[in-house]
Each structure stands twice: as structure tokens, then as C-alpha cells.
């Protein structure tokens, strides 16, 4: 049974720091390139960073270079999201995703969701 869990998502002032996990299980997680969303109040889900697994390269949206790292370990079958200088606009429901592509099949697996507010 495939399973992704986050957590760490929290309240926290502006300028705070957050680190968000998620836990895999039941699907090969090191060919599985990483992702995180997130869908602030009100609008789309959209892009903020991704692990490749072939390359080991990371990307980030522009809204949050510099500023948020993704991480991943194989061995923990966990990826991380360490979230620093958090602005309120920041805020939103963080969702891990799981993609690849094997065998010219899809493969792609959702979180549940955690919910970070960023607010003074």
C-alpha cells in the first residue's frame, strides 16, 4: 500500500523557519523523483521544489530560491523541505508528491497535506 505523510507544518511568525517531512512507503522511493506543493487559501496548487532521483539535481520555484532546500534520503525513504526567512505569503496546505516513469508507465503519489501559517 503506497503511503506519503507529512509533517511539521505548523503556525509560525514571519521571518521563522519550519522543516517539513514526508514519509514514503510502498513504492521504490530512490527512482522516484520528489516534489512539494503547496495551495494557498483561495488558489491553485503550484510548483515550490523537486528532488530528481536520476540526476540528483534540485529545482525551485522563484518565489522561494534561496530560501527553502529540499533534501531526500533513500535510506529513510523521507524528503524533506527546510523552509527559512517564511514570509505570510508563504502560507498554504504543503503537499508531497511522488513521480517517475517506469516501463513507459506513470507512477504519481500524493501526501495528504500540512498546513503552514506563517502570520504574526
Known amino acids: 500500500q503506497v503511503q506519503l505523510v507529512e509533517s511539521g507544518g505548523g503556525l509560525v511568525q514571519p521571518g521563522g523557519s519550519l522543516r517539513l517531512s514526508c514519509a514514503a512507503s510502498?513504492?521504490?522511493?530512490?527512482?522516484?523523483?520528489l516534489s512539494w506543493y503547496r495551495q494557498p487559501p483561495g488558489k491553485e496548487r503550484e510548483l515550490v521544489a523537486t528532488?530528481?532521483?536520476?540526476?540528483?539535481?534540485?529545482k525551485y520555484a522563484d518565489s522561494v530560491k534561496g530560501r527553502f532546500t529540499i533534501s531526500r534520503d533513500n535510506a529513510k525513504n523521507t524528503v524533506y523541505l527546510q523552509m527559512n526567512s517564511l514570509k505570510p505569503e508563504d502560507t498554504a496546505v504543503y503537499y508531497c508528491?511522488?513521480?517517475?516513469?517506469?516501463?513507459?508507465?506513470?507512477?504519481?503519489?500524493w501526501g495528504q497535506g500540512t498546513q503552514v501559517t506563517v502570520s504574526s
Open positions: 528532488s530528481f532521483s536520476t540526476s540528483g539535481t534540485t
Open positions: 510502498g513504492f521504490p522511493f530512490s527512482v522516484y523523483g
Open positions: 508528491n511522488a513521480n517517475a516513469r517506469i516501463f513507459g508507465r506513470d507512477y504519481a503519489y
